[in-house]
């Protein structure tokens, strides 16, 4: 009975998140265009997504968008990481304090002041707004999440593995590879899926330095809005939200799998030394 009001409260939470989710996915397979009265059942809008130039485009656009910011983002981010690591107790503080800026400051703040400084590029260098400008300013507010993904895994490692590696013969370079990637490849991986996270879902940093040639499907999304939400919107939210919920599950099959692996050769392990 003691765990009764801890599971209600769960499952009202869950309910709470994920309930405008499932009302979303079912009016994606409603026949009308009617936000409040289910009509009947129909794939149309799913064939019509596919048929629609614009959102298709700002799809690609996103797409690519995300994925380079995240790629250059992830490698800045782990290499910042591993530098602020090996810093002094002040310097660190400094420096995790100047990272954590990015995070709190309104994204008005952080679109505006980008645009700003595109223009001042365009006015001496001819730099254009378009993918460059959308990739350097998402690559500005993804870093800080990849340094914040990574460090935890390099304070939680044995720095006796390094030493352990030398001594084995392995120089510094391959030690870093063979033994500091690996155990840092998890913080890794989440910093490059919160950027890619961030990335798609980003409208205000984007719609101040996107221009008028690239637009996102936020920006796309947020256009459309301004007369009515296609369900064709609906389907394509569907569409991501299942694909990275097969994303994610993936990953924590893989996960369980690596540790049950672990667990195994632990076991392992200790019954060759019990019989020793």
Known sequence: MRKLPSKLYMYALYLFLYLPIL????????????????????????????????????LRNTVIVALAASIFATILGTTAALGINSMKKHSKTVFMNLTYIPVVSP??????????????????????????????AHISFDVPYVIYSVLPKLRGMNPSLVEAAQDLGCNQRQAFFKVVIPEIMPGIFTGFLMSVTYSVDDFVVSYFTSGTNVQTLSITIESMTRLKVSPEINALSAIIFLVICVILITKNILDNRKLRREQEQFRAAQRKESMV
């Not at 009265?37 to 700002?58: A, M, P, Q």
């Not at 952080?110 to 460059?132: D, K």
């Open 23 to 58: 009302v979303l996915i079912v009016f994606s397979f409603n026949v009308s265009k009617s936000r409040s009265n289910w009509t009947g059942f129909t794939l149309d809008w799913y064939v019509k997504l596919f048929h629609n130039e614009t959102i298709l485009t700002s």
């Open 107 to 136: 994204e008005i703040i952080m679109g505006v002041s980008l645009m700003l400084l595109f223009q001042i590029f365009r006015t001496s260098f001819g730099f254009q707004f378009g993918f460059a400008s959308l990739i350097l």
